[in-house]
């Protein structure tokens, strides 16, 4: 099984930065994909962004030039640095781990942004 754990998020102005960082453990299939979602209130659940295991990524086009998605693939971790901030970004954040064995979601962190 594969464990995520989550950290960064929080209250920020907008036009602020904030940093999320998601660690996976446990029996880590070589090939996997993970990532971000996002769900705001009375919202559905929307792909943020995601990186390959070689490093391919893909963005939603409002977080485009904005957000990037990184990871350090000796850690299992996975990174999404979130610069200029906009009150639409508010919402919970959650972890995604993707393969052929599993698909595992973090608990989510709250990002809220105040304008």
Known sequence: QVQLVESGGGLVQAGGSLRLS??????IPRFNVMGWFRQAPGKQRE???DITKGGSTNYVDSVKGRFTISRDNAKNTVYLQMNSLKPE???LYSCNFYS???DVWGQGTQVTVSS
């Open 89 to 91: 970004d508010t919402a």
């Open 47 to 49: 792909l943020v962004a």
């Open 22 to 27: 998601c660690a996976a453990s446990g029996s």
């Open 100 to 102: 052929a064995e599993y």
